[in-house]
T-cell receptor, first 113, second 115 residues
Framework: GDSVTQMEGPVTLSEEAFLTINCTYT??????LFWYVQYPGEGLQLLLK?????DKGSNKGFEATYRKETTSFHLEKGSVQVSDSAVYFC????????????FGRGTSLIVHP | NAGVTQTPKFQVLKTGQSMTLQCAQD?????MSWYRQDPGMGLRLIHY???????DQGEVPNGYNVSRSTTEDFPLRLLSAAPSQTSVYFC??????????????FGEGSRLTVL
């Protein structure tokens, strides 16, 4: 079945540091890939998405590129801020397989001033 | 545009009590689902529905019932609450794959404590 593996946290960074959160997936069909963000005390919200190979999703300074050859969708940001402290979830929705979205376990990011 | 609305936001129950968590969406989404989120466990799917009159079990369905009488509403019922059901519950909806990318829209969550 489909699966998503993302790096365990917490990831602790200083403000303005570079961020990478790794995400790899397995899917039988043609998945769309997503990063969701959950700020403290809130629900999840879509951060960015990519629907086909080589697409780059971007939002709020975050980027992720859909790499079919390495089955990866790593999240990056060049300079993190304290306000980026949150839990980040990688997910896929496999249009060629089950329509039930598959989530990674989430990675907590803590950014210190 | 309200999106996905969950009520209540907070609830405290005693063991054995029953309650219903409400979820409504105004985006005409076919797919609706309930998750629970526990520390260190990520999101776990409880039940889901692909349309009115159709429901199915997810990863952790025991102790929960759902129904889908309309496209808009997908309530989650706890018939006899147990302390193990203390959690944060999220409702989420999506257009099915043929009409969308599969992006999920989440409610703000319902924090349930069972004493």
């Amino acid at each position: 079945g489909d699966s998503v593996t993302q790096m365990e946290g917490p990831v602790t960074l200083s403000e303005e540091a570079f961020l990478t959160i790794n995400c790899t997936y397995t899917a039988t069909g043609y998945p769309s890939l997503f990063w969701y963000v959950q700020y403290p005390g809130e629900g999840l919200q879509l951060l960015l998405k990519a629907t086909k190979a080589d697409d780059k999703g971007s939002n709020k300074g975050f980027e992720a590129t859909y790499r079919k050859e390495t089955t990866s969708f790593h999240l990056e940001k060049g300079s993190v801020q304290v306000s980026d402290s949150a839990v980040y979830f990688c997910a896929l929705s496999d249009r060629g397989g089950s329509y039930i979205p598959t989530f990674g376990r989430g990675t907590s990011l803590i950014v210190h001033p | 545009n309200a999106g996905v609305t969950q009520t209540p936001k907070f609830q405290v129950l005693k063991t054995g009590q029953s309650m219903t968590l409400q979820c409504a969406q105004d985006m005409n989404h076919e797919y609706m689902s309930w998750y629970r989120q526990d520390p260190g466990m990520g999101l776990r799917l409880i039940h889901y529905s692909v349309g009115a009159g159709i429901t199915d079990q997810g990863e952790v369905p025991n102790g929960y019932n759902v129904s889908r009488s309309t496209t808009e509403d997908f309530p989650l019922r706890l018939l006899s609450a147990a302390p193990s059901q203390t959690s944060v519950y999220f409702c989420a909806s999506s257009a099915l794959r043929d009409s969308g990318t599969g992006e999920l829209f989440f409610g703000e969550g319902s924090r349930l404590t069972v004493l």
